[in-house]
């Protein structure tokens, strides 16, 4: 054949190769999908139009801030290394010149701080002040949760449970405020600076206490044999509201409870002494409480009403009763759920994000604390959280959507929503993700379940993919359409987008007991270790995913975290006719050995029928059925899922014979402090996946 009729027979063959072929999407990979920064603890400043934030950049966590006129963010510490250190509880100092804030994650039970560096130095947590202005970061104790007083000349916090206070004055150190008994935590200064309010945990019971500086007395407001948290100033200092929730020794975690002794709000004259109970929730739907995501449960205006949380119609809602007693006002009807909530700074409105017309996201709404209809601030297909208001009239917020990271953005002075600081890498592949559709399917039981359905961006008629189930941890979360607020689950939402890119047909699944779909829903009926219902919420999302002509049949698999990982394992034990391969992080195995670990005082032995049924409603029961080959990850510092869950799993799948990779974390807890470990483990599930189901590019 001559040079030139190669040519011809070359560039024919090429010719008639499939367009399809030059036509497959660009990949991108787990490293650059996981790169863009993550924003948290969004705080505005009493004054000066100030907002800081921590951005965690591939596990190097910083604060950042900005500030009026141009909101042009900048960073204020430099720490280099992704060393799992924690930066949260932030606070601008009165004047906003400095920021108050915690480094480093709480102590176990054994007191051991967080360290999955293995650092042979060690860990701490403490509290460090950083000026605005410049310079140079300064310890001012070992401990946590932070306050600063109003007088702006020192900051309380709290160390192995009892309050310490240092100055704010360089060189000073930090001296004990007070003993006291208990666990003392929610430190609040009175508006003048000269008292303390806490909380006082003591085991079945817990009180509300405030310390006077001047006298160097304590003073416990209404003591009762309950439970009282969440404690809130008059704007005049001569009284404290706080939530009592009434005692309930026979109550268990994950275990459904939709009613009980109702919770409410009293009202303590620090003058007089005299304590009366402002407001109580009704018996049935609400009478047990259920919070909202924000620095207090109670919100008290100037013009004297107390905000407050209430699931009486079924759903979370804001209401707000007069300080001087009275039927409370719904401030937030319909049926959806109020999540992130703030108290504008006149004290008059509040802000607040929920899935109000659009369920599976989030968007911020406003409205005033003495009634009237909410006006939205945010709409679109995006999701908005976290709101902060400044004293200049701006408000800042965390958003995303389904391509667009989490970020900060703010609004001010009419102007049109800005970040404010790029916030995403060069190569960050947002133009090779996918939209994940909302899919509502019948779980086997009948009940209607959403879920978000990641679909490859390849796939071609009538062909049939591998395909996996996603469940979150919680249970009390959501997944969106579009990148989660929380750091664990943007984490998550990336994985996802992954597994899609390398040709996985992908259903993330808002089983039963999750937020978002109003108080029935998250305590429904049988739900955890009271008889596992989910089950049908997998079941029914293999056979949605069965049912589907661009599904394999024979090439489903699951994964999940956590909770996500019992549902995991449960789906893996008891049917592995439906589902071929799972990985588990860190999951529940048995639940009476979780349930242990959140109530330390639960006796399985005087609990029979209890613990018979978390047995039964555990993977560990139907381990014998167990066939299908399994992955699982934990770090065994993990303080929410003992490590001995995973521990036992193994040795009953040695037993028998079940085919199994594991990946351990060495001082590594539950929610992955180091980046790396993020992306060594969702490395080793694709391909785990890979391998297992025949998936990957």
């Given amino acids: 054949m001559t040079l030139r009729r190669f040519w011809l027979v070359l560039t024919a063959a090429v010719l008639s190769i499939s367009p399809a072929v030059f036509a497959q999407p660009q990949a991108f990979t787990i490293e650059q999908v996981m790169s863009a920064p993550f924003p948290t603890d969004l705080t505005a400043a009493s004054k000066g139009g100030k907002y800081v934030w921590v951005q965690d950049d591939r596990g190097v966590r910083n604060l950042w801030v900005a500030e009026a006129s141009e909101y042009r963010g900048r960073q204020v510490t430099h720490y280099a290394a992704d060393d799992g250190q924690e930066l949260s509880d932030l606070s601008f100092t009165p004047g906003g010149d400095a920021i108050v804030y915690v480094r480093g994650g709480a102590p176990n039970r054994a007191g051991e701080i967080p360290n999955p560096t293995s650092d042979a130095a060690g860990a701490e947590q403490a509290v460090w002040i950083v000026p605005l202005g410049g310079g140079e970061p300064r310890l001012l104790g070992q401990g946590s949760s932070p306050a600063v007083s109003p007088k702006g000349d020192l900051v309380a916090f709290v160390r192995r449970g009892q309050v310490m206070t240092a100055p704010l004055v360089e060189g000073a150190k930090a001296t004990e405020l007070f003993k006291a008994r208990g666990n003392e935590g929610t430190l609040r200064w009175s508006p003048d600076g000269t008292r303390l309010a806490f909380t006082s945990s003591r085991g079945d019971h817990g009180f509300i206490g405030v310390y006077d500086l001047t006298a160097k007395t304590i003073q416990y407001l209404d003591p009762s044999v309950d439970r009282d948290a969440s404690p809130v100033w008059s704007p005049d200092g001569r009284s404290i509201a706080f939530v009592r929730r009434p005692v309930n020794k026979g109550a268990l975690p994950f275990i459904p409870e ?4 109702p919770w409410s709000i009293r009202v303590a004259d620090l003058t007089g002494g005299v304590a009366r109970e402002v407001w109580r929730a009704e018996p049935g739907p609400g009478s047990v409480f259920q919070g909202v995501v924000a620095e207090n449960q109670l919100f008290w205006t100037p013009d004297g009403r107390i905000v407050f949380p209430w699931e009486r119609t079924g759903w979370v809602h804001l209401y707000s009763v007069p300080v001087a007693g009275g039927p409370a006002i719904e401030l937030t009807p319909g049926d959806f759920e109020v999540e992130h909530v703030t108290l504008a700074p006149n004290g008059r409105e509040v802000l607040y994000s929920s899935n109000q017309g659009d369920i599976d996201r989030r968007h911020l709404w406003r409205v005033g604390s003495a009634g009237g209809a909410p006006a939205p601030v945010t709409t679109g297909t995006g999701l908005e959280w976290s709101p902060a208001a400044a004293d200049d009239g701006s408000v800042a917020f965390l958003a995303s959507d389904a391509r667009t990271p989490a970020h900060a953005e703010v609004m001010a002075g009419g102007a049109a929503r800005r970040f404010l600081t790029p916030s995403i890498p060069a190569d960050f592949p947002s133009k090779l993700l996918v939209e994940p559709q909302q899919v509502i399917f019948s779980a086997a039981d009948g009940m209607r379940i959403h879920g978000q359905l990641f679909l490859p961006r390849d796939l071609k008629a009538r062909e049939r993919r591998p395909a996996l189930l996603f469940f979150h941890g919680g249970s009390r979360r959501q997944m969106l359409l579009g990148w989660h607020y929380m750091y664990y689950y943007h984490n998550a939402y990336a994985m996802n987008q992954y597994l899609a ?173 180091l980046h790396r470990h993020w992306v060594q483990a969702y490395h080793a599930a694709a391909d785990f996946f890979h391998r297992t189901l025949g998936g990957g590019k």
């Fill in 501 to 673: 890119s390398q040709g996985y047909v992908v259903l993330s699944v808002n089983y039963r007991s999750g937020i978002g779909y109003g108080l029935n829903f998250r305590e429904a009926i049988d739900y955890g270790a009271h008889g596992a219902s989910e089950y049908n919420d997998v079941t029914g999302a293999g056979l949605y995913l069965r049912s589907r002509p661009d599904v394999d049949p024979d090439r489903i698999g699951l994964w999940g975290g956590s909770y996500g990982g019992y549902l995991t394992a449960l789906g893996l034990a008891r049917s592995s006719d439906l589902f071929k391969a799972g990985v588990d992080f860190h999951g529940v195995h048995d639940w009476n050995v979780v349930i242990r670990n959140f109530a330390p005082g639960y006796d399985a032995g005087a609990h029979q029928e209890v613990a018979r049924l978390a047995f039964q409603s555990s993977p560990m029961a139907s381990i014998a059925t167990w066939r299908s080959p399994v992955l699982v990850i934990h770090g065994d510092d993990d303080r929410n899922v003992p490590f001995s869950e995973t521990v036992d799993l193994v040795e009953a799948l040695r037993k028998q014979g079940v085919e199994f990779q594991e990946l351990i974390f060495p001082d590594e807890v539950h929610d992955f402090l």
């Fill in 258 to 261: 939709r009613e009980g002794e």
